[in-house]
């Protein structure tokens, strides 16, 4: 069973895998595009599974942009997709928030524009977006006036990230009722030019430690991002790809959620993490080795062309 | 009840059983916030307590992981809440014993990279060590645009309630570095204020940093044991006949038991009974470290011990 995982997806082997399924979901940073600019051939990759009658949708663990936001840079960038097709963390957020029945109440929001955005497009108003720098003396810090309608605090991508918004995350939290959700656990945003800039993941660390409580998490690999594209399409997982640079994301979302899934190595991931996983023989790092891997996503190309 | 669970610890004591365990000791070590005060109330009875161990001839040390005030402004604290004669070389801080890792143990020839506050800087400042940190970037700067220093040979971070997201940038930046150092005054996930209020501690931005850069820090403060060699460097200090007095079950007692050091645990400041009770019954043998020797309510508790005329 495992033995029959990660292999090099070439030849006649491309058009079986295409052939067997009706969509496609693919992750953005690493896999279609690598910060502005687009992988070579990605855009035609995408545009031609739409034209041979394959759904296309992105998923994708970025929390700074609204659905409307990467309809744009994908059109920008020559890729055929429209707002729909699009599942980035801040939207899913939302909906996992408007999912939670009698959850009726506001947010307390560490995250960017857009995730208020996408919040308000639901219904669901927010406070605390936005630079918080401290003020006053720690006995002020404690007694934080709290807005009584905080039903959540809600962690995502902030670069006014502060103390002071870490606090008032703990303040909200000290109440056991109050949920907490972050958008993705990602360590580190992808950036070119060799500079590493924390991701997420390590300001919903900070939460989870100071409020010694654990978030529920809403991005790959919560099979919650799958569940929300599935629940507006109807989508078979048994029929679906998952494309993906990342292992312990991308992979193990397709792996959680019986889809098939594909490595491309212009991100994140190589092939001997795949193999590492897979020599591990441990039952949860056998999640994370894909079905099959291809250099780069064009490699798809002579199979749709043909 | 079935099971062969270990009955050791949480031995409450009463005053003739504070003077026998005292009897065998020659050196108190103290936590300070939650056992000799609160906030900025001494614990009623804890200034006699130590001035009589003291005079009993006992070593005292405060061994504290408040990184937030320089040792000559602990002196002050002391003096202003009825501490007689607590001497500046009798305070082990987390903000001193790093300031010392950096200059004797790591013998850093460069910069550090600080996350923290005053009294951090203070100490670094008396120790000789160059460092970066407090400064403000200029308006509009980001991590994409803004400078690093090239000679940062060390990040420390510890309290810091000017925490923003370019000082956790600039550190993760620094740290791809694996010859950076990196540092941290301690792992408390909060810190209690008055009331049962509680603010987030330096333990939940070590955590942030040490996600972001998947590097472990090398902490300073308890429960690491840096801070008891600190003093055993300094004077001849025999873990079998000291005693640790502290309130926090994974960071007071946590020490204790690292250093080979008797712990008791006093009630009036984080860890409850309950707490300390429900470790001890625990099956999973890493929870027996929580485990407390010995409990008082209070460290006043030890004053009719020491006052009796008899001799210690």
Redesign the interface.
Known sequence: MALSKCNRLSGPLIRELLDSVESVLFDCDGVIWRGDQAIPGAPEVINLLKKNGKRVFFVTNNSTKTRKMYADKLASLGFNATEEEVFGTAYCSAMYLKSIPHLKGKVYLIGSKAMKQELQTVGIEQVGAGPDPITGVQSDWANVPLDPDVKAVVVGFDEHFSYMKLNRAMQYLSNPECLLVGTNTDTRLPLEGGKAVPGTGCLLKAVETAAQRQAQVVGKPSHFMFDCVASQYGLDPAKTLMVGDRLDTDILLGTNCGLKTLLTLTGVSTVADAKEHQQSGCPKRLGMVPDYFVESIAELLPALQG | MAGAVSSRGCRRLRSSQIRDLLDTKHCVLFDCDGVIWNGEKAVVGAPEVVSLLKKRGKNVFFVTNNCTRPRESYVQKFSRLGFKDVGQNEILSSAYCSALYLRDVAKVQGKVFVIGGDGMYKELRQAGIPFVGGESDAAGV???DCPLDSDIKAVLVGY??????MK??KA??YL?NPECLFLATDTD??HP??EG?????S???T????????RKATVIGKPSRFMFECIASQFAVDPARSLMVGDRLKTDILFGASCGVDTVLTLTGVSTLEEARSYRDSYAPEEQAFVPDYVVDTIADFLPALEDGGTL
Do not use: H, M, Y
């Not at chain 2, 209020?197 to 501690?201: D, M």
């Not at chain 2, 955590?207 to 998947?214: K, N, P, Q, R, V």
């Open positions: 980001t991590i994409s810091d309630d000017k925490l923003n997201f956790l940038a993760c930046c791809r996930p909060w204020l008055r209020r509680v603010i987030p501690g333990g939940s931005l955590a942030a940093l040490e996600t972001a850069t998947d």
